[in-house]
């Protein structure tokens, strides 16, 4: 069955230090997706990343950076440099590929990361 | 702005009412779905619709009822028979295949 567990329930950091959220995942999918969303105080989710299973190249954009690795069924995320704007809650969530031409597919999510950051 | 707009941002439901939470997006998105959020939970899926007309129970439907009438809309009923509402509640929508989804401010619902 699909599961995403984030072991770290909240984090918290001082500015100007970086900090790594965990995501582990289960699938039996050849094909899936992964995804990192913030969910700042005000609500709403903020996509951030989407990654395929065949694409295992780190990505970094900006303070942000992702560790994607099979072997370890892991799908990690880096901030650095914190800034308090990074305060929210972090959720990474999973997705198997589509085998129709269906449109949409729903997320797995974990059960989220807060992340508190303090000047 | 494209985007999504839920309404109302809080709700109180009595004992034994139904309640329906609203949801429009104008991104011209076919998939729509609805989650609920309770505190340390993340997020539910409760029932997703990926065309016009039809729609697809999540995991913790029960107690919900869900319409797609037109491709803009997706209401959602919580029913009297859902017996422990109090949530946060977000729809989202998507393009076609697997795509980032977009997400409303959300519904708070909580019982009188």
């Known amino acids: 069955a699909q599961k995403v567990t984030q072991a770290q329930t909240e984090i918290s950091v001082v500015e100007k230090e970086d900090v790594t959220l965990d995501c582990v995942y289960e699938t039996r999918d050849t094909t899936y997706y992964l995804f990192w969303y913030k969910q700042p105080p005000s609500g709403e989710l903020v996509f951030l990343i989407r990654r395929n299973s065949f694409d295992e190249q780190n990505e970094i954009s900006g303070r942000y950076s992702w560790n994607f690795q099979k072997s370890t069924s892991s799908f990690n995320f880096t901030i650095t440099a914190s800034q308090v704007v990074d305060s929210a809650v972090y959720f990474c969530a999973l997705s198997e590929a589509q085998v129709t031409n269906q449109a949409g597919t729903a997320l797995i999510f974990g059960k989220g990361t807060t992340l508190s950051v303090s000047s | 702005d494209g985007g999504i707009t839920q309404s109302p941002k809080y709700l109180f439901r009595k004992e034994g009412q139904n309640v329906t939470l609203s949801c429009e997006q104008n991104l011209n998105h076919d998939a729509m779905y609805w989650y609920r959020q309770d505190p340390g939970q993340g997020l539910r899926l409760i029932y997703y619709s990926q065309i016009v007309n039809d729609f697809q129970k999540g995991d913790i439907a029960e107690g919900y009822s869900v319409s797609r009438e037109k491709k803009e809309s997706f209401p959602l009923t919580v029913t009297s028979a859902q017996k422990n509402p109090t949530a946060f509640y977000l729809c989202?929508?998507?393009?076609?295949?697997?795509?980032?989804?977009?997400f409303g401010d959300g519904t708070r619902l909580s019982i009188l």
């Open positions: 989202a929508s998507s393009m076609a295949g697997v795509q980032p989804q977009h």
